[in-house]
Structures are given as C-alpha cells and as structure tokens.
C-alpha cells in the first residue's frame, strides 16, 4: 500500500540526511523503550489501512476454522477482522518485529484465538505447511529482501509454489478536516517519516511544513483536505 502520508520530493531529501540508527525502535519507529500510541497511530496510518482490510481478508479467502498468519501485524487491524470470519475454531497468529506493537495489539484484540509473536518476517520460527493462509497488509515494501519473505511463506503454507496470483488495483477517497488536522499526524511522532521529522532542526521542519502545505493545496475543498489512495493486492494460491 502507498503511505497516504508521504511528502513531496524535498521532504524527502531532507529525510535521506537524517540517519535511521539506534535512537528508533524497529518496525514502525517509536523511540525504543516507548509505547505506540494508538491515537497516534490510527490518525497517522490506521485510518488509511483500515479501508482495505476487508479486501485484503477476502482475497485470502480467509474463512472458518482457518489458521491465519497476520505479517506485520501492527497493532492488529487486520486481525480485528479475521478472528470473526475465522470463529469459532479458527486462530490468528500476530507476528511483527516491533514489539510495542504487539503490546499494543495484544491490549485492543481481546481474543483468546490470537496470539503474539516477535519476529522478523523474512525469518519466521513456524515449521512448514502450518498455516492455511498468510496475510500482510502495508508491509512488504518496507522488507529488505521480499524474496526471502516470499520463500517463507512458501514453505508455511500448506503445499509448495504460488499458483493463480492475481494482483487488484484498488482506489480509496478521505477527507480530513483541514491540513493542520493531517499535519498533525506527522507532528504525533508515530511511525518512521515523523520520527526523522521530528529529529530534523526547527528551521528545517517549518520547511518541510510549508512545502507540503503547499503541495497539498491543490487537494483543498472547502477547507477540507480530500486525499485518495491507492493500492495493489495480491493473492495466490499454495
């Protein structure tokens, strides 16, 4: 999925001078040590994830009695709706490297068919063919080696090699009520883009607020801030 919160070129040169190192949590940064806000979050990325959920569930054909592996989890949105499409004898396994994340996962999901799991996606510790279907929603473009992670998911699903792969190019529209509302998601700190925000000087940050104000105007209507996304989902069959 394409971050609905990303900047415009210079923001993005700025961000490149700025190095991720151990100041920042892994994962979806929060600063170590720290809990995820999920206000933050959901304002942030939760709000724009969460309208593709649905689909995501459906190309899996995610149905009853189903063992889902949920890769990235996050704070467990698409978990949320698996477990009741999976009830009653289903299970989810959460797995995210972030485990602020889990921690926060494992407080809003209140089920006993879902667990936790802190790992990194492109080494998972499940043996073969114990999952019959995998979902990952707004992860694999930050993954270092997809390749890896695909072969993974080969040998945990039931059978081996991808079959019937189908990719669904899916369009989404939101409005927020203004551009401090959206600014504002940034300036909460929650997730890799605002953390190196806010690690840049007060000059360079008025910068990059104003660039981006300007950027985004042309999406103003009626002082209301009106953004699509855009998203790829991909299925096959194991």
């Known amino acids: 999925m394409i971050d609905p919160i990303a900047p415009p070129q210079r923001l993005e040169q700025l961000l490149s001078a700025c190095q991720m190192s151990s100041e920042y949590g892994p994962g979806f940064h929060t600063r170590p040590g720290t809990a995820v806000d999920l206000g933050a979050y959901d304002a942030y990325l939760g709000r724009w994830s969460r309208l593709f959920v649905t689909s995501v569930l459906r190309a899996a054909h995610v149905s009853v009695g189903y063992r889902i592996l949920d890769v990235a989890t996050g704070p467990g949105e698409a978990a949320l709706l698996a477990l009741p499409a999976t009830a009653p004898h289903g299970r989810v396994v959460g797995v995210d490297i972030a485990e602020p994340m889990l921690v926060a996962a494992r407080h809003r999901v209140d089920n006993s068919a879902f667990c ?15 999952f019959d279907a995998v979902v990952c929603q707004l992860s694999l473009m930050f993954l270092p080696d997809p390749g890896i992670y695909e072969k993974h998911l080969k040998e945990l699903l039931l059978g081996a090699g991808f079959s019937d792969v ?27 883009l605002p953390q190196a925000y806010r690690a ?9 607020r104003n660039e981006v104000h300007a950027e ?23």
């Not at 985004?216 to 194991?238: C, D, F, M, P, Q």
């Open 116 to 130: 936790c799991v802190v790992a990194d996606a492109q080494a998972l510790p499940f043996g073969n063919s114990c």
């Open 166 to 192: 189908v990719v669904e190019r899916q369009q989404r529209q939101d409005t927020l009520e203004s551009f401090a509302a959206y600014w504002q998601t940034v300036e909460n700190g929650v997730g890799m």
């Open 200 to 208: 840049l000087p007060p000059d360079n940050q008025r910068e990059v």
């Open 216 to 238: 985004l105007a042309k999406y103003v209507s009626n002082g209301h801030l009106e953004l699509g996304l855009e998203t790829l989902i991909g299925a096959g069959r194991a």
